[in-house]
Nanobody, 116 residues
Framework: QVLLVESGGGLAQPGGSLRLSCSAS????????MDWFRQAPGKQRELVAH???????TYADSVKGRFTISRDNAKNTVYLQMDSLKPEDTAVYYC??????????WGQGTQVTVSS
């Protein structure tokens, strides 16, 4: 079993920045595909950013150029740097670790609110 703990959420003004962290209880970050998802009220959970074990990254069109996913294998932590935040970025952000069809883990989520 792996525990994922997100942190770094909170309130930001439009145009501001936040940095989310996702720490894993075991050394899986270097092995797993790590994703950040988000879910806004009344909407489906959507994939925001994705990083493979090899370091390749992809982003949702809505965050491209504003968000950056990165990984520190030594700290078993994945980050999501969010810049130029918009009100529509408001959501609960979840970290996901995918190790295979029968093994993936979710964090508990962290609230991000973008408002003036």
């Amino acid at each position: 079993q792996v525990l994922l703990v997100e942190s770094g959420g909170g309130l930001a003004q439009p145009g501001g920045s936040l940095r989310l962290s996702c720490s894993a209880s075991r050394s899986i970050v270097r092995l797993a595909v790590m994703d950040w998802f988000r879910q806004a009220p009344g909407k489906q959970r959507e994939l925001v950013a994705h990083i493979t074990s090899g370091g390749s990254t992809t982003y949702a069109d809505s965050v491209k150029g504003r968000f950056t996913i990165s990984r520190d294998n030594a700290k078993n932590t994945v980050y999501l740097q969010m810049d130029s935040l918009k009100p529509e970025d408001t959501a609960v952000y979840y970290c996901n670790a995918y190790l295979g069809p029968q093994e993936q883990y979710w964090g508990q989520g962290t609230q991000v609110t973008v408002s003036s």
